[in-house]
C-alpha cells in the first residue's frame, strides 16, 4: 500500500474543542470528496496502545493545495502530540478511500445529514461542489447543541452565496446554553424539519455522518418517512 510523507503546515480551532490540521498535499496524493484516509504520526514523543495511526476523513476540496483534517480535542496521546506538534512535524499519510462520496451519474438531489464532528466529509463535498458548479442539488443538514460547538458553521452557512443549487439547515439542539445569537432551526433533524424544506423525502439520497447512535436514528427515522435503505448512505464516526 502506498504510503505519503508529509508535513503539518497548519492548526486552528475550528469549533469549542475541535481543531483542524493542514497538511502538506504529496505529489501524486489524489482523492475524491468524501474519501477518507490514514494519518501516521512519525516519531512522536509519546504514543499509546491504540498506535500512531488514526482514519480521518478528508476535509479539503480535491482542488486544495493542502490535505486538512479536524478532530474533537480529546485526551489520548495521537491527539496530544497533535495538538502541541510545530510546524514541519513529519507524518505520513495513507492511500484515500471509502464509498462515502458522490456518484457522479446520480441525478437525484444529494441530502446530508451530519451531526458535529460528522460533518467533516460533508465539508470536502459542498467546497467540491461550490467550486465545480455543480449542477446537482444538495442540502446539508447540520446539527449542534450550540452554535459554539459547529465546525466550519459559518463557512457552509455562506456557501449558499456561491452555489445557487446547494442549501444548508443548520439546527442546535441546546441553545440555552449558548452565549451566542441564533436565528436557525432549533431542535433534532425529523421529518417534520426535513418536509419544511425538501418536500417530498422519497425522491432524494440521503448521506449520514456522525455518532453511530445518530446514524441508527437518521436511518429509522428514514425508514419511516417511506425512504429505502437502497436511497441511504452512512457513515460512522467512533470514539471522538
Known amino acids: 500500500m502506498l504510503q505519503f510523507a508529509t508535513q503539518l503546515v497548519g492548526a486552528e480551532s475550528v469549533a469549542e474543542g475541535t481543531m483542524a490540521f493542514h497538511f502538506a498535499r504529496p505529489e501524486g496524493f489524489r482523492f475524491t470528496?468524501?474519501?477518507?484516509?490514514?494519518?501516521?504520526?512519525?516519531?512522536?514523543?509519546?504514543?499509546?496502545?491504540?498506535?500512531?495511526?488514526?482514519?480521518?476523513?478528508?476535509v479539503s476540496a480535491p482542488s486544495?493545495?493542502?490535505?486538512?483534517?479536524?478532530?474533537?480535542?480529546?485526551?489520548?496521546?495521537?491527539?496530544?502530540?497533535?495538538k502541541?506538534?510545530?510546524?514541519?512535524?513529519?507524518?505520513?499519510?495513507?492511500?484515500?478511500?471509502g464509498e462515502f462520496t458522490l456518484d457522479p451519474d446520480d441525478p437525484r438531489p444529494a441530502v446530508f445529514l451530519a451531526a458535529g464532528i460528522g460533518i467533516t466529509p460533508f465539508v470536502s463535498m459542498s467546497r467540491h461542489a461550490a467550486n465545480e458548479r455543480l449542477a446537482r442539488a444538495?442540502?446539508?443538514?447540520?446539527?449542534?447543541?450550540?452554535?459554539?460547538?459547529?465546525?466550519?458553521?459559518?463557512?457552509?452557512?455562506?456557501?449558499?452565496?456561491?452555489?445557487?443549487?446547494?442549501?444548508?439547515?443548520?439546527?442546535?439542539?441546546?441553545?440555552?446554553?449558548?452565549?451566542r445569537p441564533w436565528r436557525g432551526e432549533r431542535g433534532?433533524?425529523?421529518?417534520?424539519?426535513?418536509?419544511?424544506?425538501?418536500?417530498?423525502?422519497?425522491?432524494?439520497?440521503?448521506?449520514?455522518?456522525g455518532p453511530a447512535a445518530m446514524v441508527e436514528a437518521m436511518q429509522q427515522m428514514l425508514a419511516a418517512a417511506g425512504v429505502g435503505a437502497h436511497a441511504v448512505r452512512t457513515d460512522e464516526f467512533y470514539g471522538y
Open 33 to 58: 470528496a468524501g474519501n477518507a484516509v490514514n494519518l501516521t504520526l512519525v516519531d512522536p514523543p509519546q504514543t499509546d496502545g491504540k498506535g500512531d495511526t488514526r482514519t480521518f476523513s478528508i
Open 64 to 82: 486544495e493545495r493542502t490535505v486538512t483534517f479536524a478532530t474533537r480535542m480529546r485526551d489520548s496521546a495521537f491527539k496530544r502530540v497533535l
Open 84 to 97: 502541541s506538534a510545530p510546524m514541519g512535524t513529519r507524518a505520513r499519510l495513507g492511500e484515500p478511500g
Open 138 to 179: 444538495i442540502w446539508l443538514c447540520y446539527s449542534n447543541r450550540r452554535p459554539e460547538d459547529a465546525p466550519f458553521l459559518d463557512e457552509l452557512l455562506a456557501l449558499e452565496r456561491r452555489n445557487p443549487n446547494y442549501r444548508c439547515i443548520a439546527t442546535m439542539t441546546a441553545m440555552e446554553k449558548s452565549v
Open 188 to 209: 433534532p433533524v425529523d421529518q417534520a424539519m426535513l418536509r419544511r424544506h425538501l418536500g417530498e423525502l422519497s425522491s432524494a439520497v440521503y448521506y449520514i455522518a
